[in-house]
């Protein structure tokens, strides 16, 4: 199975513009550490679990003493199964020991959810942006929702529903993940920073939002700043930013960095590892 998971060297790409700037800043690096950071999930349960396993032979593949293992933000809504990501990496979180450290950021799509548990004047807006899916995810027909999308009685009724019936954890979990996570050289936020302000004085919009100031900058951050949001066909490594989101939901692809001293490799999922691990899996099963 390793060998649908070999990790790639991801260089730094320094062309499109100006970045002489970097020339002489030292490379970002980890503290000691290696930190698998994850990009946009959106509900796709079989390509989690896919990366999960990669992580797991990448480590076995490459041994190394603690691991962080980051989650960008945005695990749920567009794809089928958020509730199951949500379990999963919850259950993978509290499973975290002393050579294993989990770190959970929000994204605006979780947001969106959290927001609904207190407040049903979202639902109109996170319904059309994915928040249908997550909700038949918790057993709600695609009908209800989009009822309770069109009238307010509706869908605090709806609200009300999902706040009795969504499990305590799953709700705990969502209402604490983090806005922001720093390791070494890095700064790891959902969508990324204003380059008008400092690393520290960053706020919630800006962290879970940002995007053509933030994307078109080639400011020294302080960090190099680790994101998703943004989808593109691929990853983007450059000297003051690496954006992990490839577009799940529309490409089929999940991809995760992984950062090590001053090194960058790179660990994708596509459909083809998914029929593939399906493939070998019905082979063990039939002997």
Not at 32 to 38: N, S
Not at 120 to 137: F, I, Q, Y
Not at 168 to 182: D, G, N, P, V, W
């Amino acid at each position: 199975m390793t060998t649908f998971f070999m990790r790639q060297p991801l260089p730094i790409d320094m062309s499109g513009g100006n970045w002489s700037h970097f020339r002489d800043v030292l490379p970002a690096g980890t503290e000691g550490v290696r930190i698998y950071a994850v990009g946009d999930i959106h509900g796709h349960l079989d390509h989690l679990l896919a990366m999960q396993a990669a992580i797991a032979a990448d480590r076995a593949q490459h041994p190394v003493e603690r691991v962080v293992i980051v989650y960008l933000g945005d695990l749920i809504d567009r794809g089928l199964h958020s509730r199951s990501v949500i379990e999963q990496i919850a259950a993978q979180q509290n499973a975290a020991n002393e050579t294993m450290e989990i770190v959970c950021l929000t994204g605006n799509h979780d947001a969106w959810l959290n927001e609904f548990l207190t407040d049903a004047a979202v639902l109109p807006l996170w319904g059309r942006k994915g928040g249908l899916e997550t909700l038949a995810s918790y057993g709600f027909s695609p009908e209800e929702v989009m009822r309770a999308m069109a009238d307010p009685v509706a869908a605090e009724v709806m609200r009300l529903a999902l706040v009795a019936r969504m499990p305590q954890r799953h709700k705990e979990f969502i209402a604490t993940l983090l806005l922001s996570y720093q390791r070494g050289g890095y700064f790891f936020a959902h969508a990324g920073v204003n380059p008008d302000r400092s690393l520290g004085e960053q706020r919630k919009e800006d962290l879970t939002w940002i995007r053509d100031r933030f994307l078109t900058s080639r400011t020294d951050f302080g960090k190099v700043v680790v994101h998703g949001h943004t989808s593109g066909p691929r990853v983007e490594s450059l000297p003051n930013r690496i954006n992990v989101d490839t577009g799940i939901y529309a490409t089929g692809v999940l991809s995760c960095v992984v950062l090590e001293s001053t090194g960058r490799h790179l660990i994708t999922v596509d459909r083809g590892t998914l029929r593939a691990l399906r493939e070998q899996q019905m082979e063990t099963q039939h002997g």
